[in-house]
């Protein structure tokens, strides 16, 4: 099955997919008339419980429903047979403008209608919101690991397939280390993907978002907090450790890339002049530890390799 998928390669769905809606400038009336496109009543649609977007800005909304009510929906949705009801559609594609239709009070939607399975409907939604910028930080970051986990992409494929740099979706993913609580921030928007990076690195992340909050901090402004010791810790430092400014590009790749295939922050301390150092691996969760260890016991020795 693995070979089968890798075989068609990342979102070939999606790329037919988007081969037939792209129809930006159509009016409805033209939409409507292009073959593989139909109608259907709007209480017949029903949202992907499954989808990788979870919040909606209430101001953008706002606009597109304004949108849709002027001109009507001119993309359409793409959908798939509502499992157990084939007379309904799930949304695979779209919940932003289906929102917004039953706002704008709209009676019927154009369709795309695919035979999706449950594998191609997340591995469609997930790179149809990342590659229209559909995501906040987290939801993307997320989208990434599932992904990888899911439909076992690289991080090399993914860049590829969604024109991406291969740090930023490993900087992304870094993201996913942070405590709940300021991914819950981050997720609203209170903070930024820049100030989440910057608190990746900050031994009292909880206490320097509150100053990022309170005093409404820079993203410099907290790189710079972020790197700053507390008073006394310098005595009880390794005198030979590398501190964060130090590690030289390398090690800080190797960083990125294990905390993204791990999905938890990894920190690299190599003692200067030696080929010795130390890994630390900070998990948020008992369900992290469980993977870790599962991931530990069964990779093979080196020599089996």
Not at 39 to 66: G, K, S
Not at 130 to 145: P, S
Not at 158 to 187: C, E, F, W, Y
Not at 193 to 222: C, F, M, Q, W, Y
């Amino acid at each position: 099955m693995a070979e089968k998928r890798d075989r068609r390669g990342l979102g070939r769905g999606l790329s037919a997919l988007m081969a037939d809606v792209n129809v930006e400038a159509a009016t409805p009336s033209q939409v409507e008339g292009r073959k593989g496109f139909e109608t259907v009543a709007i209480e017949r649609i029903y949202a992907n419980p499954d989808q990788p977007r979870r919040q909606f800005t209430e101001n953008d909304l706002t606009d597109l429903t304004n949108s849709v009510r002027e001109k009507g929906v001119i993309q359409p949705l793409i959908v798939r047979p509502l499992p157990g009801d084939p007379t309904s559609y799930q949304i695979v594609a779209g919940e932003r403008r289906w929102r917004a239709a039953q706002a704008a009070q709209l009676h019927e939607l154009p369709v795309v209608v695919r035979n999706f399975d449950d594998i191609e409907v997340l591995e469609v939604a997930i790179i149809e919101n990342i590659q229209r910028a559909d995501l906040n930080a987290i939801e993307e970051a997320a989208g990434y690991r599932q992904l990888m986990e899911k439909f076992g992409h690289t991080q090399e494929k993914l860049a590829t397939a969604l024109g991406k740099s291969r740090s930023h979706i490993a900087n992304s993913m870094r993201l996913l280390s942070l405590p709940d609580a300021i991914q819950d921030v981050l997720s609203s928007g209170e903070i930024t993907a820049g100030h989440g990076r910057a608190l990746l690195t900050a031994d009292n992340p909880t206490e320097l978002l509150r100053a990022i909050l309170t005093k409404k901090l820079s993203v410099r402004e907290t790189e710079k907090l972020a790197k700053a010791k507390p008073a006394g810790s310098a005595k009880s430092a390794p005198r030979k450790a590398r501190s964060a400014t130090q590690k030289d590009a390398d090690t800080k790749a190797l960083e990125d890339d294990l905390s993204a295939n791990l999905g938890m922050n990894v920190d690299i301390d190599h003692v200067v002049d030696s080929e010795m150092g130390s890994i630390t691996i900070s998990y948020k969760s008992l369900d992290q530890l469980d993977e870790l260890c599962r991931l530990l016991t069964i990779m093979p020795p080196a020599e089996t390799r």
